[in-house]
């Protein structure tokens, strides 16, 4: 590999850990990055799920203020995670993506209107309904942890925006769970690419070496960062993102 699309892998993973930590938009930069070096589609996706595990460790490591007393929960919610990522894993491994790439915009689109319409939805799931007719966070988790495993792009905007509709705390205590309870998600689908799909190792080692720094950074600037400005930020990066992969998707 040459040093200069080293230095772009360290980069575009740089870039991926910030956005990733701060906005659960982490594939929006390393997975183009993976394609500008030349590496193919599918070698591009997993490669990117191997990489993106450092993006988990150093927000957790980023994040230790906002994750205080917060264990129990995310073991639990991470349970559902790891399962998802699996199953999604197994797909991406023995299914074509074409018809899953047109429902993939519609989700991230749909994860942005929950994030700019939080307030009112959290107020709607948390009304008391009876035992058995809340909606289960449990299974949002582990649908989202499907789509992590089988392709994953903005699947932090989806995880973020369920979490947030179904808790009362600030944005930041929020976007740490949701990053250590994706990792789980992605830690399942990386380990199965690992021995079964073409991981692109030295990418993936370089594109880590940058989501580890940008990670650890990540968090520090959600904390000092307002919440309504920030979520307003997120939603609208995602409705970016959904309206590229619609049009990536109907491109031959």
């Known amino acids: 590999m040459q040093f200069d699309q080293a230095a772009l ?52 490591a980023g994040s230790r203020l906002e994750l205080r007393g917060q264990g129990p929960r995310i073991l639990r919610q991470s ?26 915009p519609v989700l991230i689109a749909l994860a942005a209107v929950v994030l700019l319409m939080r307030d009112r939805l959290r107020g709607w799931y948390t009304r008391p309904k ?3 007719a809340q909606p289960p966070l449990g299974l949002a988790i582990f649908l989202i942890g499907i789509y992590g495993g ?15 509709m179904s ?27 690992a021995v079964v799909a073409p991981v692109h190792w030295a990418a993936a080692a370089l594109l880590g070496v940058g989501c580890l720094i940008g990670s650890w950074i990540g968090p520090a ?3 000092r ?23 990536d998707a109907g491109t031959p």
Do not use: Q
Not at 172 to 192: D, H, I, Q, R
């Open 9 to 60: 892998l360290v980069a575009g993973g740089i870039g991926s850990g910030l956005t990733g930590s701060m906005a659960g938009l982490a594939s929006l930069i390393s997975y183009p990055t993976l394609l500008a070096v030349g590496l193919p589609p599918i070698a591009a996706n997993v490669t990117n799920s191997v990489g993106l595990l450092a993006s988990g460790a150093g927000s957790a």
């Open 79 to 104: 349970v559902f995670a790891l399962i998802g990522g699996t199953t999604g894993a197994i797909l991406l491994l023995n299914t074509t993506s074409a018809v899953f790439e047109r429902i993939v």
């Open 130 to 132: 009876g035992r058995f």
């Open 150 to 164: 089988y392709f994953g792009a903005a699947a932090g905007v989806l995880m973020l925006a369920v979490m947030s």
């Open 167 to 193: 808790m009362v705390e600030p944005l930041a205590v929020t976007n740490a769970v949701k990053s250590v309870v994706l990792a789980a998600s992605n830690a399942a689908a990386a380990v199965l690419y």
């Open 221 to 223: 600037l959600v904390r």
């Open 225 to 247: 960062t307002p919440e309504r400005p920030l979520r307003i930020v997120i939603a609208l990066a995602a409705l970016g993102l959904a309206a590229y992969l619609w049009h």
